[in-house]
């Protein structure tokens, strides 16, 4: 059992059900994406994690890059407007594109996100997310094609998630307690 953090109430994710988690999406991916020529963007910051354990779990050849985005409104809500503040380094044109998240929660962001990256004309484009806050009566943006798992309705944090930047560095994936906010 791994030593919890004090600020965390519960750990919902073990550093060894991600793990396992991590490896199943990846055999999977190696299988899908064999012949085919596999871009992964990771999505700055929350990604990184994600995207470092799961590159190394795909065996086939890949190229990675990173975008970073800003939400315009309160910054508690997705509008689903977002501003490119990174935007990619390479030129995806007729690539094989896996858009690596770490978070899905309305998909609004996404969705927002592969319209202006399909602009660019990649062969294919498709996303992995880590983790997928589907909540019941809800409808998510756009479908992952690739998921760890599902997350309930609470904000989480640990393996790349944040609560004002911290708790990025925690393996597992917890909820923090409530006096934490306050
Ligand atoms: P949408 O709603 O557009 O937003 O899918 C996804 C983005 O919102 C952030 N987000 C979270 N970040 N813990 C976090 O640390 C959470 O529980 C959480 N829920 C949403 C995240 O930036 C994600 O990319
Ligand atoms: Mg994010």
């Not at 999505?43 to 795909?58: P, W, Y």
């Not at 309305?106 to 602009?119: A, C, D, F």
Request: hydrophobic share 40%; glycine share 6%; aromatic share 8%.
């Amino acid at each position: 059992m791994e030593t919890q953090h004090p600020d965390v109430e519960k750990i919902l994710f073990s550093e060894t059900e991600i793990q396992s988690m991590v490896k199943r999406i990846g055999k999977q991916i190696s299988e899908d994406y064999a012949d085919k020529d596999l871009v992964l963007i990771a999505v700055l910051r929350g990604a990184v994690v994600f995207m470092g354990d799961l590159m190394r779990s795909i065996e086939c050849p890949l190229a990675i890059d990173f975008m970073a985005v800003s939400s315009y409104g309160d910054g508690t809500k997705s509008s689903g407007v977002v501003r490119i503040v990174k935007d990619l380094d390479m030129d995806i044109k007729d690539r094989d594109v896996l858009i690596v998240e770490d978070i899905l929660d309305t998909g609004l962001t996404l969705k927002y996100l592969m319209k202006n990256l399909l602009h660019r004309h990649p062969a294919s484009l498709e996303v992995a997310t880590f983790l997928w806050k589907d909540v019941e009566g809800r409808e998510t943006a756009i479908e992952p094609k690739y998921v760890c798992t599902h997350c309930p309705d609470e904000f989480v944090i640990g393996y790349g998630l944040d609560y004002a930047e911290r708790y990025r560095n925690l393996p597992y994936v917890g909820i923090l307690k409530p006096e934490v906010y306050s």
